[in-house]
Structure formats: C-alpha cells, structure tokens
C-alpha cells in the first residue's frame, strides 16, 4: 500500500472516530433531509462542509480541526460555571482545551504522530489567531457555520440590540474573505435586516 493511500485511510478513519464519538450527543436534532440526528455530530459534518466551500487548499490538520471543534460538547455544560462574563470565559477556555485533548487522542490512537496532534490542538486552541492564517480560516468557518445554521434559531432568544451586538462581534471575528463569504449566504429577510443594521 502507498504513503498516500496509507495517510488517506488514517485520515478517514480518525474522521470516522470523531463522528463516532459525536453520536453520543443524547441532543436529537434534524438535518437537512430531516432525519434525526445528534446535534454536535450534525455541526461538525457542516463545519466540514462550509470548510470544503470556504477554503477547499485545507491542510490535513485544518480538515481535521473543523471536524473537531464541537467534539463531545455536551460533555462540559455552559451551567456548570457561573452564568455571568467570567463564568463563560472560564467556560469557553476549558472547553478549548478538553476539545484539543480529546482530538489528539482520537488522532493518536489512529496512527498520528505528536507533531500533527499538537498542530490540530493548537489550530482548537485558537493559538496565534491574528497571525495564523489557518487559526483565522478555522475562525471564519466557525462563524459562517453559526451565522448560515445557527442565528436564525438563536435570534428567537434575544432582543435586537443583542442581536446586533453579537452581528457586530461575530463580524470582528472574521476576516475580510470570510466577510465576503457570509453576504453571500442564503440568509432570511429579518436576518439580513439585521446584519444590514449591524454593519451600518
């Protein structure tokens, strides 16, 4: 067997094990064909996907990390810290890192060696985010997943000044290509109201 067929098949068996341990999500959600599935593994097939549409030169270590992101999110509830800004800081922190620690075991079970473990940690830990292309294009999609799936749901739960403000932050976030990108999404006519307020 080649190098390369060798590297594809670890590679999609790592994404295999990723998705595996993400249909124990006990969250039931429909997909697109609206078939009931678990909600974190739903996320990373689109995190997967918009990646794909986004940025399709993705390294191996980026691919990997996209697919990742959420990695059985559920695992470390938002109420299990203090619901105020520090309380969700010292959430989003730990889950960062027990999102990397748990890739990299998947990945090292599945044949890869530490220096590709610790890219795919990093890239998670969003090291170096203004000056790591892939740190800033793993942002990107990270947004554009949240803004084509996911703010239509949460823009239910809030007032628009909130609505706004999370617009305005999400924006700051990402760079100029991933800007581009999210305009072009098919997005809702209330939703593009509020991106059009949030941009003025």
């Not at 191996?60 to 938002?78: F, G, N």
């Not at 969700?88 to 599945?110: G, N, P, V």
């Not at 940690?121 to 985010?129: I, P």
Request: one cysteine or more.
């Amino acid at each position: 067997m080649s190098v390369e067929m060798e590297s594809e098949l670890r590679f999609n068996r790592t994404i295999a094990a990723f998705d595996e341990a993400n249909t124990h999500d006990p969250r039931k959600v429909p997909d697109d064909a609206g078939n009931r599935v678990a909600y974190e593994l739903l996320y990373a097939q689109r995190m997967s996907d918009m990646l794909h549409h986004f940025y399709p030169q993705a390294s191996e270590a980026l691919k990997l990390a996209a697919r990742s992101q959420h990695i059985e999110r559920w695992l470390l509830p938002r109420d299990h810290y203090p619901m105020d800004r520090k309380g969700y800081l010292q959430w989003r922190s730990e889950l960062k890192l027990r999102h990397a620690t748990r890739a990299c075991e998947i990945m090292a079970a599945e044949g890869y060696d530490s220096s590709l473990c610790e890219r795919v940690a990093a890239l998670l830990k969003k090291e170096k985010l203004k000056s790591d292309e892939e740190s800033q294009v793993l942002e990107d999609v990270i947004c554009l997943v949240f803004l084509r799936y996911y703010f239509a749901e949460f823009a239910k739960q809030h007032d628009e000044a909130k609505l706004i403000d999370i617009l305005q932050k999400t924006w700051r976030k990402m760079s100029e290509a991933g800007h581009q990108s999210a305009l072009k999404l098919p997005l809702s006519d209330d939703e593009i109201a509020l991106v059009t307020k949030a941009l003025a």
